[in-house]
């Protein structure tokens, strides 16, 4: 109710969203519409406020709920691929998060895919294809950084990425991942799977 409120300009609604989001239980899923005004009316000073201090400063709960077990939580990850990425202060987050090279677990190469185990015991299977920069049982260590570039090739002209290439080679993957985040704020709609956009369409 809030958020249509917001979406409905009714500016005296933002105090209590920006309320609402702060105290967020964040465990498990989170439907992105939680967040819908931040894209609707990011045209508005004030949402580009809230956003920046939800998701960007160092004392907020959400990010600290997302990140308390060190690795970063499905709320997160589960909506990168999604019109968060409409959020300025998101996709900022996202190369921020690009350049975090904290271990968080392993990532061995299968036959059908990469399959990462963390030391909090997530595990999930990503279906990566091999090429000659991998081979069927190369095994690294799993990142920060790699948990959050495995969730991005689902976007439309997405740079490659293997969290099980050597150093050197993941690292300028990164670099590349960053650049093509900061690039694509004024065609969100381009890079997201048509099936995605369907679904908030019609919220």
């Known amino acids: 109710m809030v ?17 609402l ?11 992105a519409n939680v967040f819908r005004p931040l894209w609707t009316a990011r ?5 580009s406020d809230v956003a ?24 997160i990850l589960g909506n990168i ?12 987050l996202l190369v921020r998060l690009l350049s975090d090279k904290t271990v968080i677990g392993i990532v061995l190469q299968e036959e059908i895919g990469v399959r990462y185990r963390t030391d909090q015991g997530a595990s999930g299977l990503v279906g990566l294809k091999l090429n000659k920069d991998s081979k069927v049982l190369d095994e690294a260590t799993f990142r920060v950084c790699d948990q959050i570039a495995i969730h991005l090739f689902r976007l439309k002209g997405c740079p490659g990425y293997n969290p099980v290439w050597k150093d050197e080679k993941r690292n300028a993957a990164l670099k590349k991942l960053q650049g093509y985040i900061a690039s ?3 065609r969100i709609d381009q890079v997201l799977p048509a ?8 919220y």
């Open 3 to 19: 958020s249509k409120l917001v979406e409905g300009g009714d500016a005296s609604a933002w105090q209590t969203y920006e309320r």
């Open 21 to 31: 989001l702060a105290n967020l239980k964040t465990e498990g899923y989170l439907d």
């Open 43 to 47: 045209s508005d000073p004030r949402a």
């Open 52 to 75: 920046r201090r939800i998701l960007l400063t160092d004392d907020s709960r959400f990010i600290e709920q997302c990140r308390a077990k060190g690795e970063i939580g499905q709320p």
């Open 81 to 92: 691929v999604s019109p968060w990425l409409k959020i300025p202060a998101f996709r900022e």
């Open 184 to 186: 694509i704020g004024d």
């Open 195 to 202: 099936h995605e956009l369907d679904r908030y369409e019609r």
